[in-house]
T-cell receptor, first 118, second 111 residues
């Protein structure tokens, strides 16, 4: 396991269709994050999990978006009824939170899934 | 005004130049400061991580944080064409694990 992996790397879909992305974090990492990045912008936080619990969601995560992390391992991000404005790079990151005061929660990113909604 | 401001560039320099990349921020609660490098169509890669004010050096890279001015910098010495990428600053407060990113500065190092 050399890093965070995401699948698919590219997805083209028609408006109104549902899409699902998968993220496999670094194996010992207990935290998993989803971000969205549009052209010329930095990543914007969507949601994060500690183990299987979804602890925080951004207001960017509309009710068409849902994320899961069953068993605290891989995670999926589903977008229902896609819109053209959903076109972006969807990034996953993972980190290990040790619970120590010195924990830095350094996040390691995957290569991203580029979504194009036609 | 965004919480983190970063000039998008592009910044074009000749090989061997010293590069200075900067971000300003408005949230005085930020304590953790990071620099990521992102190649085209790839995910961000962590370069430097700094806690609070001060300098940190790692090879050709030096990160500086000036909390009094709410200003952070990344210096790249002896820049190489392989350094051509987008550099993202990111920062977070002690109570949050969610970093706020700048929009990134595009750097081009030409031979």
């Amino acid at each position: 396991d050399t890093g965070v992996s995401q699948d698919p790397r590219h997805k083209i879909t028609k408006r109104g269709q549902n899409v699902t992305f998968r993220c496999d974090p670094i194996s010992e990492h207990n935290r998993l994050y989803w971000y969205r990045q549009t052209l010329g912008q930095g990543p914007e936080f969507l949601t994060y999990f500690q183990n299987e619990a979804q602890l925080e969601k951004s207001r960017l995560l509309s009710d068409r978006f849902s994320a899961e992390r069953p068993k605290g391992s891989f995670s999926t991000l589903e977008i229902q009824r896609t819109e053209q404005g959903d076109s972006a790079m969807y990034l996953c990151a993972s980190s290990h939170e040790s619970g120590l005061a010195t924990s830095t929660d350094t996040q390691y990113f995957g290569p991203g899934t580029r979504l194009t909604v036609l | 005004q965004k919480e983190v401001e970063q000039d998008p560039g592009p910044l074009s320099v000749p090989e061997g130049a010293i590069v200075s990349l900067n971000c300003t921020y408005s949230n005085s609660a930020f304590q953790y400061f990071m620099w990521y490098r992102q190649y085209s169509r790839k995910g961000p890669e962590l370069l430097m991580y700094t806690y609070s004010s001060g300098n940190k050096e790692d090879g050709r890279f030096t990160a500086q944080v000036d909390k009094s001015s709410k200003y952070i910098s990344l210096f790249i010495r002896d820049s190489q064409p392989s350094d051509s990428a987008t550099y993202l600053c990111a920062m977070s407060s002690g109570g949050s694990y969610i970093p706020t990113f700048g929009r990134g500065t595009s750097l081009i190092v030409h031979p």
